[in-house]
């Protein structure tokens, strides 16, 4: 079945230890968003890859950064974790702009700052 | 910036019982759609409303998109356990804006067997 998988699915890492966050997809979707989630709450933009381009949401933390190498995979890359960046980062892939057909997430990964 | 406000933000009730939750901005959408989380998962697609007055079923949950596209409901008949999760409306803007869904707030349901 097409999807998107997400890598690991847990992650523990040390505070101020760069982690990578990793996202793969089989839909071909052209467009490939990062979300931040805490605690049961709506799911927060961090930014977005439409083909190769890269969006950067205004409030995304400069340690936030992201790559996309092929139309398969994206990454999340923290580069110094804080505490405050425990939470559920979802990866979610849609065609193109347009929403009707919703977007496709994945499992997710729960990162934990130790 | 459009804005969603959910409610109630938290719904704890009996299996059998009948619930809504809200959804409303002061903003127009070109469509609004409806995921359920459960925990440890990501958000799945309910159902996409895109005409205004639009109701859309889908078994025991009823959806309806408001007359200005502005609100939206999620009705659930004779709650069962395992409908317990997270609900979640977005809205996508519409016109020259690229399709970036506006979250809400999330409704957080647990229904008691």
């Known amino acids: 079945d097409a999807m998107v998988i997400q890598n690991p699915r847990y992650q523990v890492t040390q505070f101020g230890k760069p982690v990578t966050l990793s996202c793969s997809q089989t839909l071909n979707h052209n467009v490939m968003y990062w979300y931040q989630q805490k605690s049961s709450q709506a799911p927060k933009l961090l930014f977005h890859?439409?083909?190769?381009?890269?969006?950067n949401e205004a409030d995304t933390p400069d340690n936030f950064q992201s790559r996309r190498p092929n139309t398969s995979f994206c990454f999340l890359d923290i580069r110094s974790p804080g505490l405050g960046d425990a939470a559920m980062y979802l990866c979610a892939t849609s065609r193109g702009y347009s929403s009707l057909g919703g977007y496709t997430f994945g499992s997710g990964t729960r990162l934990t700052v130790v | 910036t459009q804005l969603l406000e959910q409610s109630p933000q938290f719904l704890s009730i009996q299996e059998g019982e009948n619930l809504t939750v809200y959804c409303n901005s002061s903003?127009?959408?070109?469509?609004l759609q409806w995921y359920r989380q459960e925990p440890g998962e990501g958000p799945v697609l309910l159902v996409t409303?895109?005409?205004?007055?639009e109701v859309k079923k889908l078994k025991r949950l009823t959806f309806q998109f408001g007359d200005a596209r502005k609100d939206s409901s999620l009705h659930i008949t004779a709650a069962q356990p395992g409908d317990t999760g997270l609900y979640l409306c977005?809205?996508?803007?519409?016109?020259?804006?690229?399709?970036?869904?506006?979250f809400g707030q999330g409704t957080i349901l647990t229904v008691h067997p």
């Open positions: 409303v895109v005409t205004g007055g």
């Open positions: 903003s127009v959408f070109s469509s």
């Open positions: 977005a809205g996508a803007a519409g016109g020259t804006s690229y399709g970036k869904l506006t």
């Open positions: 890859y439409y083909d190769k381009d890269f969006n």
